[in-house]
């Protein structure tokens, strides 16, 4: 298999990277990535140490690019991860969300029928859905996206869809709850908050914490992506969840026992998502369990261990805590809420 992983320099990429050089010994890994603020070469040191991986800076929008690349390495396969992925990011700023999110699939989807690739994974999110009160999002519900970056995911996962209905391309759309693991950029929810908790600095729950998130490890994400690459059904969407439904304020109680320090430092700010911040997340996936995929880890003693994991890679989380890119966003996003505490 000679595969193109976009986006392979970020949280997810980077460990199917190095989930496919050991599951898969004969393959060949082409990692595309623009290296915006989310994605980092020290992230993918040890995989690109591999001589069967080889990496390219540039943008999956660049459809030349894209051609060359596909060209050269013999591609016959694609998985994309490749996206502007913080919702929060999403409020402050949405034009990138759309070249990627939406023109950048396109690209994808075109280099795909062009060359007759063998198929192309296009990585989605639970959150095109919206919001549920009760029961769980099957691969049929409905997309309600409420934020700019779910709705540009949407956008995505339509064009996939349309491309296989229109032309027959081989795309496959994943659909995965909110992952959690190594290598995880400090904005988001759990890496924030431990980094912050370690460093001693007050940290934002939004509202009463009551929102719940299925919560998966990010390697059970990724077996159940190279599952869907292998086995999956051209023109099928797969939703990938591990049934782990737990309410910020849960998790943030965790969170506050990994890292021995007191609630205190916790400070309820009024929800900045106003009516976008969807209350819910739950997803029906018998489909991709038909495949013989099943999520492996749970959820506390993997929890435990990626609070762990930051503690033992402040060299890798540091310098992206202190940079321009990381505490401009901190400081528009969080500033007025926080205050002196941030
Ligand atoms: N993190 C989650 O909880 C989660 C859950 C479900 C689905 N997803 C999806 O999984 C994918 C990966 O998410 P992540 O958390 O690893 O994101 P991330 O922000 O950590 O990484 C994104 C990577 O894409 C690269 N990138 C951004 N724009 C690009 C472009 N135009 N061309 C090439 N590379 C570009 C970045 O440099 C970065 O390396 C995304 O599509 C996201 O929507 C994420």
Not at 61 to 69: F, S
Not at 95 to 118: C, M, N, P, W, Y
Not at 214 to 220: F, K, L, R, Y
Not at 310 to 332: C, L, Q, T
Request: with cysteine; hydrophobic share 35%; aromatic share 10%.
């Amino acid at each position: 298999m000679n595969l193109l992983v976009c986006g392979g320099a970020g949280f997810i990429g980077s460990n199917f990277v190095r989930l496919m050089l050991e599951r898969e010994p004969g393959c060949r890994i082409a990692i595309l990535d623009a290296l915006t603020y989310a994605g980092n070469m020290t992230t993918i040191a040890d995989v690109l140490a591999d001589p069967r991986c080889r990496f390219t800076h540039g943008q999956i929008q660049d459809a030349h690019t894209v051609a060359e690349l596909v060209k050269a390495k013999k591609i016959t396969h694609i998985v994309n991860f490749a996206a502007e992925t913080h919702n929060d990011r999403s409020l402050l700023e949405s034009g990138s969300f759309i070249q990627t999110d939406v023109f950048g699939v396109h690209v994808l989807l075109e280099a795909t029928r062009k060359f007759g690739l063998e198929r192309l994974v296009h990585v989605s999110t639970d959150e095109v859905y919206g919001s549920i009160a009760e029961g769980r999002f099957t691969e049929q519900s409905p997309l309600e996206p409420n934020t700019p970056y779910s709705a540009s995911k949407a956008g995505g996962d339509l064009q996939a869809r349309a491309h296989f209905v229109s032309f027959g391309t081989p795309v496959i759309v994943t659909r995965g709850g909110n992952n959690y693991g190594p290598f995880q950029y400090p904005e988001k929810l759990i890496p924030f908050f431990v980094t912050r908790l370690m460093d001693g600095k007050k940290v934002p729950l939004y509202g009463d914490g009551s929102q719940v998130r299925e919560w998966i490890h990010v390697m059970d994400h990724c077996e159940g992506i190279e599952k869907v690459l292998r086995k999956g059904e051209p023109g099928q969407v797969y939703n990938i969840g591990d049934d782990n439904e737990r309410a910020n304020h849960e998790v943030v109680r965790i969170l506050l026992e990994e890292t021995g320090r007191d609630a205190a430092l916790v400070k309820s700010i009024p929800d900045p998502r106003r009516g976008a911040h969807d209350k819910r997340y739950s997803m029906a996936c018998d489909r991709v369990r038909a495949l013989g995929w099943m999520p492996r880890r749970s959820f506390h003693e993997h929890l435990r261990e990626t609070v762990r994991w930051y503690r033992e890679h402040e060299a890798w989380w540091r310098p992206i805590a202190e940079s321009e890119a990381y505490e401009s966003f901190v400081k528009a996003f969080y500033g007025p809420s926080l205050g002196e505490d941030l």
